[in-house]
């Protein structure tokens, strides 16, 4: 077993794709197990070293009063804490509830509502605790968490860039899809690390990686109506995973007020 | 010069086959996911024959031309300085001995490339960037191992796109310099079929014709062609005055304008990224499991918050900054830096824009506003 920092990886509500990106680095993993020791990681060992842990991985949003519970005990364990993916960074898709009456969902879902206890809200990690470095996107990407593993090793800064999309896209050399098609397409507005591949495939960006550093939704807003979208597709674009991020909640209010105004 | 010539069609053909023969990877324009991007050609079917492009402030669009058009169209988002100024590159690699480090520069892929159908305003671009990365006092090496034995067919353009101002900056539509052939198409008419008037600018560009069927021009063939480029500039509808623009930009740093500008401006990067001469770029440190490292450039731009931070933040917060950065850099600063405009009007930051910000405008409503203070102190 290596001697290296050790590793936790903790879950909150989410499906767990970021983790396993991890165990998708496939060419890499069994090198990184040589680097660190995997002290808490249940989908990849059922031996688990209880804490303090060096760096601790941490998906998923919190949703319910006990997930915060051990929250603020995983932050106390881990020296340095990072988030992974749009549950943790942003609240995730499930945090469409929190423009909605929860207990009215509950009761449309569930078989026996009475089981569930869960807050009204989900809310990303950095509303509870101190995060250290985030990795966005739906799910991460397993190049950006390999690196930010790397980075954290060698004690160096992780290459994390808060830039848009369009600079993969142009980068790549992907033509715009916004510009040469009409394509609704969220790059401009979103934080980059996905290498531009929905765009690069002809589709437009959705926004999986959240917020870039700008973010500047109200200067797309024209150049999105005129792509010919309608309001409520516009305000469907910016309600995915990241739809409780403020700039993206500022985009769906834009994309209804532009609705309202035709 | 060193004299003309004219090629028919097939000779296209013939002068592409030509240029791989000598060992060139020959770059030019191919429609590609929409647009008329750069990429390898092996033959002259390989252009957007019969295709035009219908330009406007954050609008591209191909279409269907009624003729046979081979350059038909004028310049797409990727310009040439992806090919010489890579957008991304490993520039050495670090590894750990023992007692210190040793360092090792990554190879240059430095085969020779024929720029096949570049336009004036793209071999203006390239000789701008030349003044920046090649004959500056810190030459970069790896631009100039791409750059050096590069070959120029360049192309006339005969019809201007609508976000076109070439002229205005006195890059073009006909190239003037800086190629080693350069072409104008003749399309057919009764009587004559479809040509190229050709230009040779080099010895080089003279031996490498030799290898391919010409005939000396007509006339006419020559008339014709001094008779496109006239109508080209004609037909530009696009313009920017250049007469004192250093100054103006310079002097008038808190201009309201550049607030206007900076509230429709998605800070999306996309008109640096398409700029022909932008050429900022940034570092990345990258490490491996086993303790090597790597120094990786990327390209960067002005636009990005990120681009200008420094320890307690970035130099330039705002987008008006920043709009206002790019700008006076690009038509004012890049004069006193390197001698020339950093501008060559090839339109594709205002095609390219998102929200179809025109740079043009933009200089015309501060000039005009001066110029109306002017008069208006002048007569109190």
Same mark, same amino acid.
């Given at each position: ?8 990886? &903790? ?16 060419? %890499? ?28 991985? @941490? ?10 519970? =051990? ?32 207990? %009215? ?21 950095? %509303? ?11 799910? @991460? ?23 848009? @999309?369009?600079?993969?896209? #142009? ?34 960006? &959705? ?9 500047? @939704? ?11 979208? #309608? ?9 995915? &995973? ?10 769906? =209010? ?9 | ?20 023969? /000598? ?240 509230? /429709? ?56 900054? /920043? ?58």
């Amino acid at each position: 077993m290596s001697n290296g920092p050790s590793l936790g990886v &903790f879950k909150f509500a989410s499906c767990d794709g970021c983790q396993l990106s991890l165990l998708d680095c496939e060419d %890499e993993i069994l090198a990184v197990a040589k680097a660190v020791r995997i002290a808490n990681f249940p989908e990849a060992s059922r031996a688990v070293v209880e804490g303090p842990y060096d760096v601790a991985l @941490v998906e998923g949003s919190v949703t319910t009063a006990h997930d915060l519970q =051990r929250l603020l005990r995983v932050r106390q364990e881990s020296r340095v804490l990072v988030t992974i993916g749009a549950c943790a960074t942003a609240g995730g898709i499930q945090a469409l509830r929190n423009a909605a009456d929860v207990a %009215e969902y509950t009761r449309v879902v569930y078989a026996h509502p009475e089981y569930i206890n869960t807050l009204e809200r989900s809310t990303p990690i950095a %509303e509870h605790v101190k995060v250290d470095y985030e990795l966005r996107g739906c799910p @991460v990407n397993k190049r950006q968490l390999l690196d930010v593993l790397l980075a954290l090793l060698h004690g160096r800064k992780p290459d994390i860039h808060p830039h848009p @999309v369009c600079v993969e896209c #142009k980068m790549a050399g992907t033509t715009c899809v916004l510009v040469a098609n009409g394509t609704p397409c969220l790059g401009p507005v979103t934080h980059a690390g996905c290498g531009a591949l929905c765009p690069s495939y002809a589709r437009g960006c &959705f926004g999986c990686y959240g917020p870039a550093e700008d973010a500047r @939704v109200g200067a797309l807003a024209g150049p999105l109506a005129a792509s010919g979208a #309608k309001p409520d597709e516009l305000v469907r674009l910016y309600s995915t &995973f990241n739809v409780a991020a403020p700039a993206f909640q500022e985009g769906q =209010r834009l994309a209804r007020e532009g609705g309202a105004s035709k | 010069m060193n004299g003309d010539a004219v090629l028919e069609l097939t000779g296209l053909d013939a002068l592409i086959a030509a240029l791989i023969a /000598r060992g060139y990877r020959v770059i030019g324009p191919r429609v590609q996911d929409g647009a008329i991007v750069l990429d390898e050609l092996q033959h002259a079917a390989d252009l957007p024959v019969g295709v035009k492009d219908e330009q406007s402030p954050g609008r591209y669009r191909l279409a269907p031309r009624s003729d046979n058009a081979h350059f038909g169209y004028v310049v797409g988002p990727h310009a040439y300085k992806r090919v010489f100024h890579v957008p991304v590159e490993t520039l050495f690699r670090v590894r750990r001995d023992g007692r210190g480090f040793e360092v090792t520069e990554t190879p240059v892929d430095a085969r020779p490339v024929a720029l096949f159908g570049a336009r004036a305003c793209d071999v203006a671009a390239t000789t701008v960037q030349d003044r920046v990365l090649a004959e500056g006092a810190h030459p970069d090496p790896r631009y100039v191992a791409r750059r050096k034995d590069a070959f120029v067919v360049a192309v006339a353009c005969n019809e201007p796109g609508a976000t076109c101002f070439c002229a205005s900056m006195n890059t073009g539509p006909r190239p003037a310099d800086g190629f080693d052939l350069s072409l104008t198409e003749l399309l057919p008419e009764p009587g004559v079929p479809h040509r190229f008037y050709v230009e040779v600018g080099t010895e080089r560009g003279r031996a490498v014709l030799d290898e391919v069927a010409h005939a000396l021009p007509s006339d006419e063939d020559r008339r014709r062609a001094r008779a496109l480029a006239d109508a080209a500039v004609a037909s530009m509808d696009k313009h920017l005055e250049t007469r004192h623009l250093r100054d103006l930009l310079i002097d008038n740093p808190e201009h309201p304008r550049w607030r206007a500008v900076a509230e /429709r401006c998605i800070t999306c990067t996309s008109c640096t990224l398409v700029c022909p001469t932008c050429f900022c770029s940034s570092m990345d440190d990258v490490t491996s499991l086993e303790g090597e490292a790597e120094r990786v450039r990327r390209w960067d731009s002005c636009f990005t918050r990120s681009y200008s931070y420094m320890h307690g933040g970035p130099a330039r917060p705002s987008v008006e900054a /920043r709009y206002r950065h790019w700008l006076t850099h690009k038509l004012a600063g890049w004069i006193d830096q390197f001698g020339s405009s950093g501008c060559v009007g090839c339109g594709r930051c205002i095609t390219w824009c998102p929200a179809g910000i025109d740079l043009t405008e933009e200089v015309a409503a501060i000039r005009a506003d001066v110029k109306a203070a002017r008069g208006a102190s002048k007569e109190a």
